[in-house]
């Protein structure tokens, strides 16, 4: 990452060794085990974008391979590119991908209330074809809730 000072705070760029590609670092929209996530922006990829950014090669290295697997699914969140990088002088590793801007199926629920229980229905059994994705190749997914599970593209509170 180079630090650039713009009107009283600090732009990150982290750029792809592979592609050459630059993503602006924009807003920390989480940080834990894994390392952080960030709000990006790119002059090649349109839309809302997030970056995960680990020191954790292990980590990165199966995110990616899933990410692979279940790529193309409606139903799954777009990985535009996966890279090592240089932050300072230590290698780290980048996930860019669609960005989750409606949050969790909990955040959508505690927003928006209950859903009915046909759109209960429908929802799990669309996120169901995805999970079968990733289990017909051989990986499996050990922590589905709806935590974990996000939203992207348009949202429509009655289903």
Same mark, same amino acid.
């Given at each position: 990452?180079?630090?650039?000072?713009?009107?009283?705070?600090?732009?990150?760029?982290?750029?792809?060794?592979?592609?050459?590609?630059?993503?602006?670092?924009?807003?920390?929209? *989480?940080?834990?085990?894994?390392?952080?996530?960030?709000? $990006?922006?790119?002059?090649? &990829?349109?839309?809302?974008?997030?970056?995960?950014?680990?020191?954790?090669?292990?980590?990165?290295?199966?995110?990616?391979?899933?990410?692979?697997? #279940?790529?193309?699914?409606?139903?799954? +969140?777009?990985?535009?590119?996966?890279?090592?990088?240089? +932050?300072?002088?230590? #290698?780290?590793?980048?996930?860019?991908?669609?960005?989750?801007?409606? *949050?969790?199926?909990?955040?959508?629920?505690?927003?928006?209330?209950?859903?009915?229980?046909?759109?209960?229905?429908?929802?799990?059994?669309?996120?169901?074809?995805? &999970?079968?994705?990733?289990?017909?190749? *051989?990986?499996?997914?050990?922590?589905?809730?709806?935590?974990? #599970?996000?939203? $992207?593209?348009?949202?429509?509170?009655?289903?």
């Amino acid at each position: 990452m180079r630090p650039r000072k713009r009107r009283g705070f600090v732009k990150r760029t982290i750029t792809s060794l592979e592609t050459g590609t630059k993503y602006q670092l924009e807003e920390l929209l *989480g940080k834990g085990g894994y390392g952080s996530v960030w709000k $990006c922006a790119c002059r090649n &990829i349109p839309g809302p974008l997030c970056l995960k950014l680990t020191r954790h090669q292990g980590s990165w290295h199966r995110e990616a391979y899933m990410a692979a697997l #279940v790529g193309g699914h409606p139903r799954v +969140v777009e990985i535009y590119e996966t890279f090592p990088t240089m +932050v300072g002088r230590r #290698v780290s590793y980048a996930v860019v991908m669609e960005l989750a801007e409606h *949050g969790t199926v909990a955040d959508i629920v505690e927003r928006d209330g209950a859903w009915a229980e046909a759109r209960a229905v429908s929802e799990i059994i669309k996120l169901l074809g995805a &999970i079968d994705r990733l289990h017909s190749s *051989g990986a499996l997914h050990r922590d589905i809730t709806p935590f974990n #599970v996000f939203a $992207c593209g348009k949202t429509d509170p009655k289903g």
